[in-house]
Structures are given as structure tokens and as C-alpha cells.
């Protein structure tokens, strides 16, 4: 990881919290948004009607939470949660998923310590991101 890479973390989390949005990306991976200005709930409900959709409920989370993602067409799909350092913490999802399948998958974060993370979703070239806050 590079000196960029950690400014622009900081940055984007700074402007998800600066807009009360959901951070779309981090460091270098590549995201559905080319530019955190684009983020509004007008862009965001795109992203759903578009065939990409990432949830999860309670937020912040206790121990236990529901992540529910769906995809617009058959693709490999993959759920990834990273820490606010953007380290890979757990893959929860590895798998084919048909078109408008809606998957739920309970996401223990017990063994996680306070703080922020985020959930990538990826199904085939699209990608979708939101915060996780755990509260103990």
C-alpha cells in the first residue's frame, strides 16, 4: 500500500462522512463511480435499478447483522468485508448467481473489534460498496 493509496482512504471516508453517504470506494479498487461527487440518492437508487444492489441491516451492527445483494444478470459474485485500513478481513459470499437472485447472508461480526468497515460487492464487472459500523 502506497502513501496515495492511504490518502485517498482517508479522503473518501472523510467525504462519505462529510456527505452522510455511503462510501463507494477505497484505496485503488475499481467501483461503479468514477467520482465521489456523483454520490446522491438519486445515483444510488440507480445503482439498484441498474441490477446492482447491496444492503445490510442492523447498521451499526451488534454482533449479528444481514447482508442482502442482488444482480442483474448470471455472474460470478463475491462479498468481501475490509477494515477502514482496507485490509481483507473475510470473504462471506464466493459463488454464481442467477439474474434478480436475491441472496441474505447472516454476517457474525462478534469477533470483530468497534470501529468501521465496508462491504464490497462484485458481480461480474460491477461493483458496489457500503459502510459497516460495528458498536459494542
Same mark, same amino acid.
Do not use: H, W
Given at each position: 500500500?502506497?502513501?496515495?493509496?492511504?490518502?485517498?482512504?482517508?479522503?473518501?471516508?472523510?467525504?462519505?462522512?462529510?456527505?452522510?453517504? +455511503?462510501?463507494?470506494?477505497? @484505496?485503488?479498487?475499481? *467501483? =461503479?463511480?468514477?467520482?465521489?461527487?456523483?454520490?446522491?440518492? !438519486? $445515483?444510488?437508487?440507480?445503482?439498484?435499478?441498474?441490477?446492482?444492489?447491496?444492503?445490510?441491516?442492523?447498521?451499526?451492527?451488534?454482533?449479528?447483522?444481514?447482508?442482502?445483494?442482488?444482480?442483474?444478470?448470471?455472474?460470478?459474485?463475491?462479498?468481501? +468485508?475490509?477494515?477502514?485500513? @482496507?485490509?481483507?478481513? *473475510? =470473504?462471506?459470499?464466493?459463488?454464481?448467481?442467477?439474474?434478480? !437472485? $436475491?441472496?441474505?447472508?447472516?454476517?457474525?461480526?462478534?469477533?470483530?473489534?468497534?470501529?468501521?468497515?465496508?462491504?464490497?460487492?462484485?458481480?461480474?464487472?460491477?461493483?458496489?460498496?457500503?459502510?459497516?459500523?460495528?458498536?459494542?
Amino acid at each position: 500500500i502506497s502513501i496515495s493509496d492511504i490518502n485517498a482512504a482517508v479522503d473518501a471516508i472523510n467525504n462519505g462522512f462529510d456527505q452522510c453517504r +455511503i462510501i463507494v470506494g477505497f @484505496g485503488t479498487c475499481p *467501483t =461503479t463511480r468514477s467520482d465521489m461527487s456523483e454520490m446522491n440518492d !438519486e $445515483n444510488l437508487m440507480n445503482d439498484a435499478l441498474n441490477g446492482i444492489a447491496l444492503v445490510t441491516y442492523p447498521n451499526p451492527v451488534g454482533d449479528v447483522a444481514t447482508i442482502s445483494f442482488t444482480s442483474e444478470s448470471d455472474n460470478s459474485a463475491r462479498v468481501e +468485508i475490509f477494515s477502514s485500513r @482496507g485490509e481483507l478481513v *473475510t =470473504t462471506i459470499f464466493n459463488g454464481e448467481m442467477k439474474a434478480g !437472485e $436475491n441472496r441474505q447472508i447472516q454476517f457474525d461480526a462478534s469477533s470483530l473489534a468497534s470501529g468501521m468497515y465496508f462491504c464490497r460487492f462484485t458481480a461480474g464487472e460491477k461493483i458496489s460498496y457500503n459502510k459497516i459500523i460495528v458498536n459494542r
